[in-house]
């Protein structure tokens, strides 16, 4: 089977733009820090994926049904509601992390926080680099 039409693929819009529209001064430092941690942990820069998510790295997936396709290694989004955090490598290992994080909600991937003082930032950033690691291991690295 060729590629899937996945909706979230990259696009040429610039993550500045994407980080300095956030109009909730809170809110911008909060994703500027996390930009800065998930540089620093990927050793990538970011791109835009779709309107408003910021991805570091791109993976190559296949799955046995033959869907394939590539996808973000890591990245965050800022939703009405919450900052979105993507844990592609799956949450469910993440639980040690988890318990130690903070208040939060979950989606299949997704960690949703309200705000960087709600949680621990240490915690945060050792889960974002062991599931980074993992996808590195698991799939094949594109970028």
């Not at 296949?62 to 844990?87: A, H, P």
């Amino acid at each position: 089977m060729a590629n899937a039409n996945n909706k979230t693929v990259p696009t040429q819009l610039k993550v500045q733009d994407y980080l300095n529209a956030i109009e909730d001064p809170q809110r911008k430092v909060d994703c500027i820090r996390i930009h800065d941690m998930m540089k620093e942990i990927t050793g990538r820069e970011p791109k835009m994926w779709g309107t408003s998510i910021v991805g570091f790295g791109t993976y190559h997936y296949k799955y046995e049904s033959g869907r394939e396709g590539n996808m973000l290694m890591t990245g965050f989004s800022n939703r009405k509601q919450s900052i979105t955090l993507y844990i592609l490598g799956g949450l469910k290992k993440r639980e040690a992390f988890l318990s130690k994080l903070g208040p939060y909600k979950t989606g299949k991937s997704c960690l949703y926080i309200k705000r960087l003082s709600d949680i621990d930032i240490n915690v945060l950033a050792e889960m974002i680099k062991e599931d980074f690691d993992h996808v590195q291991k698991k799939y094949e690295v594109i970028d």
